[in-house]
């Protein structure tokens, strides 16, 4: 069972402001990710990480960056926040790139950009 | 054509019936699918995957997959109110970097 730690739960921030979503996991899973999802929509994947230093975007264009410097460490980082990134970040893992290999998600942290 | 189609729902089933939960996939190459239970607010969690043609039995819970018509399903006998989420259908290609890709999900509604 993967434990996935993303910090902070709830954020309410300013236009403008400089922002970045921490993602932390103990399993030692070499891949990572970032989902997007706003309330009863569905998930879009915006940046994706298969070990150290390897970072791509996902599916959905995102003005976000990550960086992964560590295996356990996927932190996505906002330079400008505005209104049109309020939503729900969802960091995820993977043990293997595998049939059977699952996604293990952790809580989340739910962005408002006044 | 979305790669991965469910229907939003609501689906609404009373407590203690069969609630029956589709999903349909567009690339042949999908080798697996993964269904996940979201509560409102909160993150995926896991409920079980399939990859071989049948069924799958965890619990109250029963994965259907048919290659052929590319159709998956998620049965749960003797829903219970606690069963009220949304469920997400993800297919897994190699062939597409092996991501995940997710449906938009079924809302599901247990009614005591």
């Known amino acids: 069972e993967a434990d996935i730690y993303q910090t902070p739960r709830y954020l309410v921030i300013g236009t403008g402001k400089k922002i970045t979503l921490e993602c932390s996991q103990t399993m030692g899973h070499d891949k990572m990710y970032w989902y997007q999802q706003d309330p009863g929509m569905e998930l879009h994947l915006i940046h994706y990480s298969y070990g150290v230093n390897s970072t791509e975007k996902g599916d959905l264009s995102s003005e976000s960056t990550v960086s992964r410097i560590r295996t356990e460490h996927f932190p996505l980082t906002l330079e400008s926040a505005r209104p049109s990134h309020t939503s729900q970040y969802l960091c995820?893992?993977?043990?293997?790139?595998?049939?059977?290999?699952?996604?293990?998600f952790g809580n989340g942290t739910r962005l408002t950009v006044t | 054509q979305k790669e991965v189609e469910q229907n939003s729902g609501p689906l609404s089933v009373p407590e203690g019936a069969i609630a029956s939960l589709n999903c349909t996939y567009s690339?042949?190459?999908?080798?697996?699918f993964f269904w996940y239970r979201q509560y409102s607010g909160k993150s995926p969690e896991l409920i079980m995957f399939?990859?071989?043609?049948g069924d799958k039995e965890d619990g109250r819970f029963t994965a259907q997959l048919n290659k052929a018509s590319q159709y998956v399903s998620l049965l749960i006998r003797d829903s219970q109110p606690s069963d009220s989420a949304t469920y997400l259908c993800a297919a897994y290609n190699y062939n597409q970097g092996g991501k995940l890709i997710f449906g938009q999900g079924t809302e599901l509604s247990v009614k005591p």
């Open positions: 995820a893992t993977r043990d293997r790139d595998s049939y059977n290999s699952p996604l293990h």
């Open positions: 399939i990859y071989s043609n």
């Open positions: 690339d042949r190459g999908s080798q697996s």
